[in-house]
């Protein structure tokens, strides 16, 4: 007998659109596939530790942000979590502190995870050469975990994934 391909999925969850439909398409694979399944979101410490050293933001506001990430993160996994709930899904729910990458890295490989499920890019973003901005902040994180992963990382573009996940 085979052994199957994938066992353990992490999905990392960071509040976008994209990364939620990560989620729905990890919890379609789970239900499908029996697999177990884990959602991890991480408060970005090494940022705002990095705006803090350049003067962007003051010691109280840097708590007072990291106080609002962390309630972030605690809201989009309980809704990660009930939506797996409606589809028969049990998901286990974790929130890091640290740098997003290397965090996730660390929960795939403490979960022993076959494999990781990213978000894409936001479909109103465009690629632009040597830009600057968020997008670039998040696609850095994504491709650290691309590159520097022990297991296989899927980028999840499914554009009816809303639809799929409404009928499975």
Known sequence: MNKPLFNRIVVAVNGSQTSIHAAMYGIIMAKTYHLDLKVVYVVDTATIKQLTLSKFFA????????????????????????????????????????AVWSEIITVADDYK????????????????????????????????????????????????????????
Not at 117 to 141: C, F, I, K, M, Q
């Open 113 to 168: 995870a076959d494999l990781i499920l990213l978000g894409g890019r936001e479909s109103d973003e465009t690629y632009v050469p040597g830009s600057t901005g968020h997008r670039n902040v998040v696609s850095a994180s994504r491709g650290e975990i691309i590159a520097n992963a022990h297991c296989s990382v899927f980028v999840v573009k499914q554009k009816d994934i809303e639809q799929l996940f409404k009928i499975s």
């Open 59 to 98: 010691a109280d506001e840097r708590e007072a942000y990291e106080a609002n990430l962390t309630a972030d993160g605690d809201r989009y996994l309980t809704y990660v979590g009930d939506l797996a709930k409606t589809k028969g899904v049990t998901a286990e729910l974790e929130l890091r502190k640290g």
